[in-house]
């Protein structure tokens, strides 16, 4: 006998319709951990045992949400080891949803709330799924996001209710998450109700309409939409799926787009029970392997651990911010007024002058003319949201103001200027705030009265789409300031970390080895056209070579000469880097600064790259260079890892989480590692395996791929980069 609780209430009227209750008395969400598996089985036993007396089924739920899906820390624990565990009591839950399914009465899922995964596989199941017009409820499949596929039947079922493509684009491999009318659109769901009694009336209807129900695909002579695999039409078009996966993938590691496009193609052609097998296979294989961890790590753990706040000094009472006064209207601050309007924040967008602070509100009415034409928002909205921004040259503007973000050049002594202009004008505590890529934080605060209330807030460029937000505590920011910038990147629903001053912070110090060792690559000869490759197999977003045109190669420069100057002031020696010259020769010789000047390492014709500027082959490649791709791709990732650790060291970070999310959210570190330090821990053999591998790359390329101390004793005791439990 399990002594699981039971997890599914069974509640059957005088009619005979049962309704089977998800609601598992442990949890505030409902998972599908082993009591739901033993719950299931006992409802699919009883409603056997009880055909007869039954007339229809209404599965729905007594949490917030219908279902939460898998149970993320189980899932993430399950070694090679358990794979035939995982296989069975995979298809175990799969086979008492299907008796289910085929129990020839009519069952219908009353979605209340969002079935995401796991939640959406039992509304597939049912014959008929109604859901409530709630604003928050999300459905989809948004397994692929941690590296998994939907294994509860979701692949098998969306493939024949959707039809393969439409199954892969709509809902497989992207892992989007639909309201309810979109779910609607999508055909996800059948109907949308606009209240709970409406719903379960609707439900009710259901039943008593239908004596008898079936699937379509458990029907006679069903076909699946749009074709198998062995029709020729869909044969014709077979071979696009891979070309736009590794479009989609750049070619990285990522195996669940590729098992999730196996599982329906394969499962498309053999009948139901096989199919359910094939994915189960492919759900297994991803849920035992190493990627799918590193992605739950970072997209879920470590996430919520850097969202909710794992940072924040506790005990200062949460704020909202009513009205920010945003310093320069250029390129940053035209994008963080647009955030700032879009989650309701009053917004002083103070320039040089009226014209060019009009300029910047003008970028926010750009973006809203897109949303609106594209239907993803209303034209009201659309005017509130401009109606919130108040473009303005006079500094009396910023009156009332109880935040100010700075966004003006990188200059310290403008930017001193510019908060001694307003510090007086605005609310006596406001929080003060600087969005300088460089600058110290603790030299900025100089410049204030106020210097505990003052703050780093790195935003990312394109300031709308760019989830992060880096928050960069100087030497004199007391804690009433950390929190309070937290809960304003919080508000305006970014993702903050949290990290000390020093140069470069932790996001540009680390980009800044990246794109360096791309560079280095150049000097030694290599094809530049293979490292833009090596880039994309390792699963950056940006190619190295192309993000060194966007930031420009002056900046690079620049940096280095601060920081040259920072060490033989400090009384030591300057190492200088193989990249440098590549990067001096561009500038000064070739007149190659990057994008913003027309040219870098790529052309450039009317503002887009139209490829890699042939010269570079002819003045820095050597036909006899030759390095493995497998060196290339993790020079790259050895860089930033062992300078993350380095950052771990010093103190600039003090969290694995901020970390992981940081890298993946701010700088395009690979998703699939689950970011910068998750990619040590899950590196082959563990941390030892790393220092092993570190040490042959600093043999064959040098000083900078030696690992730190930090490093070494973490992999001699056998400990892993994490924040441990928290209380
Ligand atoms: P930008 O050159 O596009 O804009 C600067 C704006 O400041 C201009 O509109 C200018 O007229 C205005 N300004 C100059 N003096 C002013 C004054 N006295 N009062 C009010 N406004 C004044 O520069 P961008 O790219 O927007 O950068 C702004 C800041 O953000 C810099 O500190 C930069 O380092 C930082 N940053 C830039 C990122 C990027 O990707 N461009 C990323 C993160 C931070």
Not at 322 to 327: N, Q
Not at 447 to 463: A, T, W, Y
Not at 588 to 611: L, M
Not at 624 to 642: G, H, Q, S
């Amino acid at each position: 006998m399990s002594s699981e609780p039971t997890t599914i209430r069974w509640e059957q009227d005088d009619t005979g319709v049962v309704t089977l209750v998800l609601d598992d008395p442990r949890q505030s969400a409902n998972t599908m951990n082993a009591a739901f598996g033993a719950s299931l089985k006992a409802v699919a036993d009883r409603l056997e045992a009880e055909r007869e007396t039954v007339r229809g089924v209404i599965v729905t739920s007594a949490k917030k949400t219908f279902f939460a899906g898998g149970d993320l820390r189980d899932l993430s624990s399950v070694g090679p080891d358990q794979a035939r565990q995982v296989f069975e009591s995979g298809l175990a839950v799969k086979r008492d949803l299907r008796r289910i399914e085929t129990l020839g009465k009519p069952v219908v899922a009353a979605l209340g709330g969002t079935a995401l995964g796991g939640g959406l596989e039992i509304a597939l199941a049912c014959h008929r799924r109604i859901a409530l017009d709630n604003p928050k409820a999300r459905f989809g499949f948004p397994e692929v996001t941690l590296g998994l596929l939907p294994g509860g039947g979701g692949v098998v079922r969306s493939v024949r209710l959707l039809g393969i493509t439409d199954a892969l684009l709509k809902v497989l491999l992207e892992g989007k998450q639909y309201n309810p009318g979109r779910a609607l659109e999508a055909g996800i769901v059948d109907e949308v109700a606009d209240t709970e009694e409406e719903m379960l009336a609707r439900a009710r209807a259901f039943i008593d309409a239908t004596a008898q129900s079936r699937q379509p695909w458990d029907t006679e002579g069903y076909r699946i939409p749009g074709g198998t695999p062995a029709s020729p039409k869909f044969a014709a078009n077979l071979p696009a799926f891979p070309a736009n996966l590794r479009k989609q993938t750049g070619g990285a590691p990522y195996p669940a787009p590729r098992n999730i496009l196996a599982a329906a193609v394969e499962g498309a052609q053999v009948d139901f029970e096989t199919a359910q097998v094939i994915e189960a296979r492919y759900f297994t294989e991803l849920v035992t392997g190493q990627t799918a961890k590193n992605m739950i790590q970072a997209f879920f753990f470590d996430l919520q651990a850097v969202n909710s706040g794992a940072n924040r000094p506790a005990g200062v009472e949460p704020r909202r911010v009513r009205k920010v006064a945003v310093l320069g209207a250029g390129m940053m601050g035209a994008g963080i007024a647009y955030s700032c309007a879009r989650a309701g924040i009053e917004v002083v967008l103070k320039d040089v002058s009226q014209e060019a602070a009009e300029r910047g509100k003008a970028y926010s009415a750009k973006l809203l003319e897109k949303a609106v034409a594209r239907g993803r928002t209303t034209e009201a909205k659309r005017a509130e949201l401009l109606a919130r921004i108040t473009p303005a040259a006079d500094p009396a503007a910023v009156a009332g103001c109880d935040a100010v973000i700075e966004a003006v050049f990188e200059d310290t002594a403008l930017k001193h200027k510019v908060f001694q202009e307003i510090q007086h004008i605005v609310e006596p505590d406001a929080l003060l705030c600087s969005n300088t890529s460089t600058l110290p934080i603790t030299l900025l605060a100089e410049g204030v009265e106020r210097s505990r209330d003052f703050i780093g807030l790195h935003f990312f460029s394109p300031v709308d789409k760019m989830p992060l937000v880096e928050i960069i505590k100087g030497g004199q920011s007391g804690d009433e300031a950390l929190a309070r910038a937290f809960d304003l990147v919080r508000q305006i629903n970014k993702t903050p970390i949290v990290v000390n001053d020093s140069r470069g912070f932790f996001t540009s110090r680390v980009i800044g080895r990246f794109i360096n060792e791309g560079v280095a690559m150049v000097a030694e000869g290599v094809e530049p056209a293979s490292v833009e490759q090596a880039a994309g197999q390792a699963g950056y977003p940006a190619k190295v070579l192309s993000l060194m045109d966007e930031l420009t190669l002056t900046l690079p420069r620049r940096i280095r000469e601060e920081s040259r100057r920072a060490v033989e002031e400090a009384g030591g020696t300057w190492q200088p880097h193989p990249a440098d010259e590549v990067i001096d020769r561009m500038v000064d010789e070739f007149g190659r600064p990057g994008r913003s000047g027309g040219a870098g390492f790529y052309d450039y014709e009317d503002g887009r790259r139209a490829g890699l500027w042939p010269g570079l082959r002819e003045h820095f490649t050597k036909p006899d260079a030759e390095i493995p791709l497998a060196d290339m791709k993790e020079r790259m990732l050895f860089v930033e890892a062992i300078d993350t650790v380095r950052c771990l060291e010093e103190g600039v970070l003090t969290s694995v989480a901020d970390a992981n999310i940081g890298s993946i959210l701010g700088i395009g570190f690979p998703g699939w590692t689950g970011g910068v330090l998750q990619y040590i821990n899950g590196y082959d053999g563990g941390l030892p395996g790393f220092v092993a591998r570190a040490r042959q790359l600093r043999a064959a390329y040098g000083e900078r791929f030696e690992p730190p101390a930090l490093l070494l004793e973490k992999a001699r005791k056998g400990e892993i980069f994490t924040d441990g439990p928290r209380d």
